[in-house]
């Protein structure tokens, strides 16, 4: 490898910078989740000179930390918001269309205990009301099971009052990788908006004696350069941070309650079953979300005042899973079953009565005078209907139906029909080194990338980086380099925790692989020993605080 490829990111980088201090843009989006990447996409499909700052890494706050369902949202029913669950159902389609690498139809079982007949017909009927809202256009209508099979699904049941089961589907996907899919999306416009992290919002400056936004203030964080990007509207997506005292620009039009959600990851032979499970809790829903090799099981609901950044699960939200687990299911599930746990904020719009459970999740726009427009509540499913109507709010109404959106027929990068997808996997199986690897290297792959799958192999050809990064797990050493190169990776953190998922899933929180992956990217970005010394202790430290299995409460 020269010296010119190895510092090619960073060089991509640089001229990234360069744009967002030289060119006046029609408006600049504040934080890098789903929304502000769905922001950028709208606005780059529209012809919009827009750009996109983000003060840590792409989805590295809430969009990372979701349940990884798309779905309409069940318990939204009992709480009567039809209009959300038809919105999120009607999304939930569009998704599975626009990226079908990502996002998977699944089924899930709703075993039913309590009063015969009656408990079995009240949440048949909520089924029912779902399939009629829109859940029969991808899964079919849902079935209902016998008590047999109902453990023919699920053999660790409680049998105890089991009344049976209901079978329905929902979808599945990986919320930091969808993320990056739809940034990447956005950066392959037309448009082609530069999109930078580790750059922080400090401020925005107005015109005098008019008001109005002339400019966002923002920080390099990688230099320490202070920037002026020149704009006449800010997005402000910055979620849970926008509750934060310390926001460069907040404003009392819209009050963000945290919300925070935990999750346990368990191996998937630990809990014996064919499909997903949704036990219903009292004032809620917790799933048994089918990941590859594991069970996702989440999440808990509750107020969060702390500091949004990396937050993590506490042990009482452990305990309470544990409990809600082997209270339905005869499993005996404990601590030591658990790899790993993970927590996220949401960004709720606060009720007049603060409860997090009762709070919507609807979304809100304003839009300020001065020409900052925030966006918050929503949820992961409905993130571009949240895109289009911030970008609608930021235009005004009649530019924004002079130049409506159009994401709602916009195929994500990497998206191809099922056969083609499952062809492009046939052809990387047949590479012996993609083989050995791992047996499902050439699928997960497939599943990751969809048709950039090709060239990450012939990456890891070049670099002589087709072996396994990690003994008996299906992601290839390429992945490291491809996530440099192409996916704004610049910190191990990036790539194992968000680019390939890796970190809550492993038990020593990746101090093995990590020197690896350290040496790879040090090629793509110019690292020394020391430096690599130092990337690797900084991941440790923080791998180990965010995803460790806290202790009882």
Not at 332 to 344: H, M
Not at 524 to 547: I, K, N, P
């Amino acid at each position: 490898m020269t010296a010119s490829t190895a510092v090619a990111p960073l060089e991509q980088r640089r001229a990234a910078i360069e744009r967002l201090s030289s060119e006046t843009f029609d408006l600049v989006i504040v934080g890098g989740g789903i929304v502000g990447a769905g922001a950028l996409l709208d606005a780059a499909s529209r012809g919009l000179n827009a750009a996109l700052v983000e003060q840590d890494d792409i989805a590295s706050g809430t969009s990372s930390r979701s349940s990884r369902l798309i779905h309409g949202g069940l318990r939204y029913l009992e709480q009567f918001h039809l209009p959300l669950v038809r919105e999120a159902l009607a999304e939930r389609h569009r998704l599975l269309e626009l990226a079908p690498h990502l996002v998977t139809l699944e089924p899930l079982l709703f075993p039913i205990y309590g009063t015969p007949y009656a408990t079995k017909a009240f949440y048949d009927a909520g089924l029912t009301l779902y399939d009629i809202l829109g859940a029969r256009h991808d899964g079919g209508w849902h079935r209902r099971l016998n008590v047999q099979d109902t453990l023919a699904v699920a053999p660790s049941l409680h049998r105890d009052g089991l009344r049976g089961g209901l079978l329905y589907h929902d979808a599945m996907e990986d919320d930091a990788r969808f993320t990056l899919a739809v940034l990447q999306t956005a950066l392959a416009t037309d448009a082609a908006p530069p999109a930078v992290t580790r750059v922080r919002a400090t401020g925005i400056e107005v015109e005098s004696g008019y008001g109005t936004l002339t400019a966002l203030t923002a920080c390099d964080e990688v230099t320490g350069e202070d920037l002026r990007i020149r704009t006449s509207a800010v997005v402000d997506a910055t979620g849970v941070w926008a509750a934060e005292a310390s926001h460069p620009f907040s404003s009392p039009s819209m009050r963000i309650l945290p919300s925070r959600g935990a999750h346990l990851i368990v191996p998937r032979a630990r809990i014996p079953a064919t499909a997903g499970l949704t036990i219903r809790v009292p004032g809620k829903i917790v799933f048994l979300v089918p990941w590859p090799d594991f069970w996702l099981i989440g999440t808990t609901d509750a107020p969060f005042d702390g500091p949004p950044d990396r937050p993590s699960a506490d042990g009482w939200e452990v305990d309470k899973l544990l409990a809600t687990v082997n209270a339905t299911l005869d499993v005996g599930l404990v601590r030591s079953d658990i790899v790993g746990t993970y927590a996220g904020l949401r960004p709720l719009i606060a009720p007049s009565g603060g409860s997090t459970v009762k709070a919507s999740r609807e979304h809100r726009v304003t839009a300020e005078p001065n020409g900052v427009v925030r966006i918050g509540g929503g949820k992961y499913t409905t993130y571009r209907v949240m895109a289009r109507d911030v970008v609608d709010a930021a235009l005004g109404r009649v530019v924004a139906r002079q130049r409506p959106s159009t994401t709602a027929d916009h195929r994500l990068i990497g998206a191809a029909d099922r056969p083609a997808l499952d062809r492009i996997a046939a052809e990387l199986a047949s590479i012996a080194e993609v083989a050995t690897a791992h047996p499902e290297a050439a699928t997960r792959l497939v599943a990751r990338h969809g048709t950039q799958a090709p060239a990450v192999v012939v990456v890891g050809a070049d670099l002589d980086l087709l072996r396994p990064l990690v003994a008996g797990r299906p992601f290839l050493e390429a992945e490291v380099a491809w996530a440099v190169r192409h996916e704004l990776a610049l910190s191990i953190d990036d790539v194992l925790s968000r680019r390939l998922r890796l970190t809550p899933e492993l038990a020593d929180r990746g101090e093995e692989v990590a020197p690896r992956v350290a040496s790879i990217m040090a090629a793509e970005l110019g690292w020394g020993e020391a430096r690599q010394a130092l990337e690797v202790e900084s991941f440790l430290d923080t791998a180990r605080r965010e995803y460790a299995v806290a202790p009882p409460a």
